[in-house]
């Protein structure tokens, strides 16, 4: 989820960066097709962002934190090996209600645009869902919850007018669209549990994609065990003006707050798709290698088969395989391989038979990483290809992904 632009560099605060932190800013930083013109909007942790010497930049038309003072490495090592805070709240929240009081009708209404099983979802769990297109392209990615009332959709901050105007104008009249106006906090890495049951013993009860509505100091918040790094963790959605004083209590407990950059390279290190460079209207969930988020139920033969944009296109891809393949890369050696860098299946001739739609150095695995499209007959792991870098070519393997072993709590 999400798309990443940044356009400021590393290394405006402190020390000079090293040439690991310049490689992780190289790939953070590139165009944003999504970003709204001046003045940009803020979150509620804007204060918070300033007080912590964030150094800030334009991102989906909001101004966020790129990174704070200790810089994007440690921030991101931070994440793996503790607990690292991350600001959210430009994403959007959405609660879709049913008139009739059933949170059936939600789903059955929401199922006619995501290919996902959203009736089959029990209150109090979360699912990963995609909107498709007529043609089969993804319109956004995002994270369903049900709640015993209602569903709670969180979706990409450079798409969310364009995805609750999609739903006004899809969904039935016995659904309501209602915008939550909320801040949203992640807590993530190995120590989010003992830094938030702190603040919310139950939270420690909770189990991966679990999603239920408690007091986390005091305050009524919707808490999902969730999160875009790879790393076991927690999404808060909790009122804006309680936001602050929370921060600064996971602060004070050891916590690390975390901006884009490592955002940005623990979500790639994760394998996680980027709405608008990984992933976009151009691109089926079966080309982008998110065939298991295809629910059974939606698949040929199943209970409810079909009946999602683009429904045609994509389960004829499931059953005869796409012409192209998002895969990981693994370059050799340690030049990165940036975003929009082409890529060949010869040292040299031929013309392009691919792109790279992520790339950048990965901290915790020590070397860079990268994610791209090839053709399918090229998508087998361990098939040799060349990403074309300032006029040269040079050789990347086809990987496993995830680069790093997700690490989420399902029990």
């Known amino acids: 989820m999400g798309v990443l632009a940044l356009d400021a560099p590393l290394g405006a605060l402190g020390a000079k960066p090293s040439v690991v932190e310049r490689q992780m800013t190289d790939s953070a930083v590139r165009s944003d097709p999504f970003c709204a013109a001046?003045?940009?909007?803020?979150t509620p942790l804007h204060a918070f962002h300033l007080r912590h010497e964030a150094k800030m930049c334009s991102f989906a038309g909001y101004e966020m934190?790129?990174?704070y003072a200790g810089g994007v490495l440690k921030e991101h090592l931070a994440t793996?090996?503790?607990?690292?805070?991350f600001d959210v709240s430009h994403m959007g929240q959405i609660a879709l209600v049913p008139r009739s009081g059933d949170v059936d009708d939600a789903a059955r209404a929401l199922e006619a645009l995501v290919p996902v099983d959203v009736l089959g979802l029990k209150a109090g769990r979360q699912r990963y869902a995609l909107f498709t297109g007529k043609d089969g392209g993804l319109l956004d990615d995002l994270m369903v919850a049900r709640l015993p009332d209602r569903l709670v959709l969180v979706v990409n901050a450079a798409t969310k007018e364009a995805d609750e105007?999609?739903?006004?104008?899809?969904?039935?009249?016995g659904v309501e669209v209602r915008p939550i106006d909320r801040a949203l906090l992640a807590v993530q890495g190995p120590g989010a549990e003992a830094a938030?049951?702190?603040?919310a013993p139950e939270a420690a009860s909770m189990k991966f994609m679990d999603a239920r509505k408690i007091e986390v100091d005091g305050a009524p918040c919707l808490v999902s065990r969730s999160g875009y790094t790879g790393e076991d963790g927690?999404?808060?959605s909790l009122a804006p003006?309680?936001?602050?004083?929370?921060a600064e209590k996971l602060v004070e407990a050891g916590v690390v707050p975390i901006g884009l950059g490592a955002r940005d390279s623990l979500r790639l290190e994760a394998g996680l798709c980027l709405y608008g460079s990984d992933i976009d209207e151009a691109t089926t969930p079966v080309e982008a290698s998110l065939v298991w988020a295809i629910s059974p139920a939606r698949r040929a033969g199943g209970a409810r088969e079909g009946g999602f944009p683009g429904a045609e296109v994509i389960l004829q891809q499931i059953a005869e395989g796409p012409s192209r393949r998002r895969v990981a890369l693994a370059p050799e050696g340690r030049a990165p391989v940036r975003a929009g860098a082409e890529l060949f299946s010869a040292e040299e001739g031929g013309e392009?038979?691919?792109?790279?739609?992520?790339g950048g150095f990965g901290p915790s695995v020590e070397a860079p990483v990268a994610m791209g499209y090839v053709p399918a007959a090229l998508a087998g792991v361990g098939t040799r290809v060349f990403a074309e870098v300032r006029g040269r070519r040079l050789p990347v393997a086809v990987s496993a992904l995830p680069f790093v072993p997700a690490r989420f709590k399902r029990s």
């Open 38 to 42: 001046e003045p940009l909007r803020r």
């Open 65 to 67: 934190p790129i990174q």
């Open 80 to 85: 793996r090996s503790g607990t690292g805070l």
């Open 165 to 173: 105007a999609h739903l006004r104008a899809r969904l039935p009249d």
């Open 196 to 199: 938030l049951a702190r603040l």
């Open 234 to 236: 927690f999404e808060i």
């Open 241 to 246: 003006d309680r936001v602050e004083a929370f």
């Open 352 to 358: 392009p038979v691919g792109r790279v739609t992520s």
